[in-house]
């Protein structure tokens, strides 16, 4: 039972960074339509920035994390401008080409800036929690509480803030949120902004326990993909319950099964769950 406990414990700090990071990749697809590939980019520079922050400039944990996210933020809004904006008009193919291009220009610039070797970022939450026979580095808890109340704020701000409302309005008719005078071209930016500093947030509480190098993108980007497959493109509950699926799945399969299979458990989920509900969990609601 204690080992079980401490897989759950594993999956729910795993489906909260996915979660995190499917989040934003789902408010960008809400709006544009477009899966950002650039947005595991973004959530490797997040990670970086807060490396640079703590070791370079001395910044505590959190201060380190809030810097993070305000670079990442006006990163990912001018992404938004100088990339995606230019080929609104264009087919679906011309800004996928765009991600993959941006993404390739930001892992070759973290490597330039900051070498390609694998990088610990230091945290001063080191202890270890035990409580009813189970033992839980205390950042694994830090994780699951900050990224379970980051998904609070994000729903408090989509659903009590105007600014929120026009990300709802936009992404649920783009036409008539512009008929009702909804300025389509600031909505795009803050919803790149936000999902910048979601996925900067979660590179920030992650990377601790991993560790920080140009490609840690790659996976979480590919697993935020199948997590908003999963749970209905576009479907913020969705984004939410499909990262906490996909998080037990692999935390349970990689312990019960075999640890060496547990980043395929993720597309085996995908297939089983598409086979029954090919629209999603949440058939493109927000």
Known sequence: ?????????????LGGVYSLVALGLTLVYGILHVPNFAHGALYMVG????????TKLGLNYWLAMLGSAAVVAVLAALAERLVFHPLRNESGLHPMIAAIGLLLFLEAGAQAIWGADFLRMPTPYTGIVEFAGLTAPVQRLLIIVAAFALMLALHLFLTRTVMGSTIIA?????????????DANRVAMLTFAVS?????????????IN???PAMGHLVITKAFV??????????PGAILGGIIIGFAESLGGFYVSD????????????????????GIFKGGH
């Not at 910048?196 to 601790?208: D, I």
């Not at 060496?260 to 509900?277: E, G, N, P, T, W």
């Open 260 to 279: 060496h299979y547990k980043d395929i458990i993720a597309f085996v989920a995908l297939v089983v769950i598409l086979s029954f509900r090919p629209e």
């Open 196 to 208: 910048g500093v979601l996925a900067a947030f979660a590179a920030t509480l992650y990377a601790p």
């Open 170 to 182: 936009m992404a649920q008719n783009r036409e008539g949120a512009s008929l009702v005078g909804i």
């Open 227 to 236: 997590i908003i497959i999963l749970g209905g493109m576009g479907s913020v």
């Open 47 to 54: 990670a970086f920035m807060s490396y640079t922050f703590m």
């Open 211 to 213: 560790l920080v190098y």
């Open 1 to 13: 039972m204690e080992t079980f406990l401490q897989q759950v414990l594993n999956g729910l700090t």
